[in-house]
């Protein structure tokens, strides 16, 4: 939708909310996509979401909720008084709850949680003792399981009268544990449909099927789905009870999610989602720290400069080609600090893979760095016969070196660095990219001001 069109879209659902127009207002929202809607409500001030919110039935209102962005979600649900929060809260799947509940500062999320229903509170608090890059972060409590002998007739009838309760679940399996409590079987759908209404459980079940504990990875959940055609799979506490089911498209959420943080901390954005509808205050601070932490190496890399203020001052036509060098290394660092991070993040290595990482690094940096190096040589050559008279030949040579050289120490930091801090159980995403960038800068500069100052001597240039 043209940009001219959510500026409407904003207007209308304005004007509905000061009118007071609950009716109208669900019936406009219902015609917008999720994409439009968040669009909309960044537009509205902190008094306007909230009267949206309470115009709206607690279930409208999760529904809404829960098409937001995590971090978004949290700041509109902070603006609500905690008694007319926990509705809302309640109406949204147990997943999305416990991932807006940890967006939210201790206390509010605290005081939301006294406010909603016992077992929906203890059923938040349970997720929110689970990381978000594990199955029990992911997974949703919302499942139906029978004991073994249950019958085909009964559950059929306990699926019926209580039709309202899991319409939201998303029914693709019936799942069976023991007399101990332990999962033992999954039916499907169908089957159960077509057995006769006698059967038992324990009759019909696939015994035995497969599951995921809680503490599983991401990247090992993709690969469960990768090899079974599965719509979710059951996860199981060590003693063997059923706890939740992971489903395929809530995986692929978090995956989605997970690389997003990890662009969003690459690129210097501390704590994870933002969006310019927050705070000031708090997306000041998501960025100062990163900017003030990096003043100290900058300053550092920088002062190299200095220490060869004469090689400039004797051939200034380097200075053009330091940035270049600089910029074009670090794009390759980046890249390097990019891949080993995703790869850490699938489970593709390990921090002990440095022979493979840095092997497979430095083939690309040789070949990325002479072809590269290359063509700045020929510039730093054809640029010597324009400014200095007489031309100095041996400028592309210093240039073309120096970037080479500074390609395979750049690719090294970049594919290694991320390994390092892994295994001193430090956020790659975090650290990689300053020391990468610092510690390329200082060596593209200590590399051509070298290079530079020893053809000085010898009589190359000047």
């Known amino acids: 939708m043209p940009d001219y069109d959510i500026q409407e879209s904003w207007k209308e659902i304005q004007g509905m909310v000061q009118a007071r127009d609950a009716a109208r207002l669900q019936a406009f929202l219902d015609d917008l996509s999720p994409n439009e809607v968040a669009r909309a409500l960044t537009r509205l001030t902190d008094d306007e979401r909230r009267d949206l919110l309470l115009l709206q039935d607690p279930e409208d209102a999760a529904d809404l909720i829960e098409e937001l962005t995590d971090a978004h979600a949290a700041d509109i649900i902070e603006e609500l008084d905690a008694e007319d929060a926990a509705p809302i809260m309640e109406e949204m799947e147990s997943d999305h709850r416990a991932d807006v509940l940890g967006e939210m500062p201790r206390g509010d999320a605290e005081a939301i949680l006294k406010e909603m229903a016992p077992e929906e509170a203890q059923d938040a608090r349970k997720l929110l003792q689970y990381d978000d890059d594990m199955?029990?972060?992911?997974?949703?409590?919302?499942?139906?399981?029978?004991?073994?002998?249950?019958?085909?007739?009964?559950?059929?009838?306990?699926?019926?009268?209580?039709?309202?309760?899991?319409?939201?679940?998303?029914?693709?399996?019936?799942?069976?544990?023991?007399?101990?409590?332990?999962?033992?079987?999954?039916?499907?759908?169908?089957?159960?449909?077509?057995?006769?209404?006698?059967?038992?459980?324990?009759?019909?079940?696939?015994?035995?099927?497969?599951y995921v504990t809680v503490d599983e990875s991401l990247s090992a959940l993709d690969d469960f789905f990768e090899r079974y055609p599965f719509w979710n799979v059951p996860v199981t506490n060590n003693a063997g009870k059923m706890i939740g089911v992971v489903r395929r498209a809530d995986l692929e959420e978090a995956i989605g999610e997970a690389h997003e943080k990890t662009l969003m901390r690459f690129g210097g954005i501390i704590g994870g989602e933002e969006i310019r509808s927050m705070p000031l205050k708090e997306r000041t601070s998501r960025r100062m720290l990163w900017l003030t932490v990096n003043i100290i190496p900058s300053l550092m890399a920088a002062s190299v400069i200095i220490l060869f203020e004469g090689t400039i001052k004797g051939i200034p036509a380097l200075v053009f080609f330091i940035p270049v060098i600089g910029n074009m290394c670090g794009c390759s660092g980046n890249q390097a600090v990019a891949v080993s991070i995703r790869e850490l993040t699938l489970g593709l290595i390990q921090p002990h893979d440095v022979r493979r990482v840095w092997g497979k690094e430095i083939s690309v940096g040789v070949l990325n760095g002479l072809v590269i190096g290359s063509i700045l040589g020929v510039v730093a050559f054809l640029v010597s016969y324009f400014v200095y008279e007489p031309p100095m030949p041996m400028l592309g040579l210093v240039v073309g070196v120096a970037f080479f050289l500074n390609t395979l120490v750049s690719v090294t930091l970049g594919g290694l660095i991320p390994l390092a801090l892994r295994r001193m159980e430090l956020d790659p995403a975090l650290g990689a990219p300053l020391l990468m960038t610092t510690l390329t800068d200082m060596c593209g500069l200590v590399l051509i001001f070298l290079f530079a100052q020893s053809a000085m001597t010898m009589g190359w240039l000047g």
């Open 135 to 210: 199955a029990g972060g992911i997974m949703v409590t919302e499942f139906v399981s029978y004991p073994q002998d249950a019958t085909v007739a009964g559950v059929i009838q306990d699926l019926r009268e209580h039709h309202e309760a899991y319409a939201d679940y998303g029914i693709h399996y019936v799942y069976v544990y023991s007399e101990r409590g332990t999962l033992i079987g999954v039916v499907r759908m169908r089957d159960l449909l077509l057995a006769p209404s006698g059967k038992f459980l324990s009759e019909i079940m696939i015994a035995n099927p497969i």
